[in-house]
């Protein structure tokens, strides 16, 4: 049974820093594309960034480039999310995801089938 967790979420203020991570059990997680992906009540859930299997090859949303980066430690099962000069408008529940595939980044939702329980991140100003 595949099962993510992301911890490291909490209230900063604006212009800090988080790095959120994603404990991953139940699949050969090497093999695997991983994403971030937020969610504020009453929109949509929104991709933030994803990386293919080896890490090789990273995609990351307009809003977040420069101040986000994506990582994976395929020998821990885990993927981490370094979130800097966060803005109020990162205030978000994050959710990581397993990618259907390892060979691509995917930035839709339609691809990834597995998600966690989510981690609040809010952003005071």
């Known amino acids: 049974q595949v099962r993510l967790v992301e911890s490291g979420g909490g209230l900063v203020q604006a212009g800090g820093s988080l790095r959120l991570s994603c404990a991953a059990s139940g699949l050969t997680f090497s093999d695997y594309a991983m994403g971030w992906f937020r969610q504020v009540p009453g929109r949509e859930r929104e991709f933030v960034a994803s990386?293919?299997?080896?890490?090789?090859?990273?995609r990351l949303a307009d809003s977040v480039k420069g101040r986000f980066a994506i990582s994976r430690d395929n020998a821990k099962n885990a993927l981490y999310l370094q979130m800097n000069d966060l803005k109020p408008e990162d205030t978000a529940v994050y959710y990581c995801a397993k990618g259907r595939a390892g060979w691509d980044a995917f930035v839709n939702l339609n691809d990834y089938a597995y998600w966690g329980q989510g981690t609040q991140v809010t952003v005071s100003s």
């Open positions: 990386l293919t299997w080896s890490g090789s090859a990273t």
